[in-house]
């Protein structure tokens, strides 16, 4: 079973960085594609960025010109810099990656972003 090992979350103050990581095992395969989503307190889920196997990169609105996702497909690994991170930014992390037409998921990373 393709297990996704996700770290780098944590508390930080309004205005720091963080980067989170997601890591795929148990698989030989590269995934087509690698995405990040979070969860609110509120439980809303959003997509916050996505990059293809082409390393086309997309980013929800709030996010863009803070948060970066790049990888390395070759070695099932993604990753999210996070940069001006704002309270709104606090949330359960999730990384997702399709391998051979199947999604797989990570077991989500806090992030907190509070004074």
């Known amino acids: 079973q393709v297990q996704l090992e996700e770290s780098g979350g944590g508390l930080v103050q309004p205005g720091g960085s963080l980067r989170l990581s997601c890591k795929a095992s148990?698989?030989?395969?590269?995934?087509?594609?690698m995405s990040w989503y979070r969860q609110t307190p509120e439980k809303e889920t959003e997509l916050v960025a996505s990059?293809?196997?082409?390393?086309?990169?997309n980013y929800a609105d709030p996010v863009k010109g803070r948060f970066t996702i790049y990888g390395d497909m070759a070695k099932k690994t993604v990753y999210l810099e996070m940069n001006s991170l704002k309270p709104e930014d606090t949330a359960i992390y999730y990384c997702?990656?399709?391998?051979?037409?199947?999604?797989?998921w990570g077991q989500g990373t806090q992030v907190t972003v509070s004074s």
């Open positions: 148990r698989t030989p395969f590269s995934p087509a594609g």
């Open positions: 990059m293809t196997i082409e390393r086309t990169r």
């Open positions: 997702k990656m399709n391998i051979r037409g199947n999604q797989y």
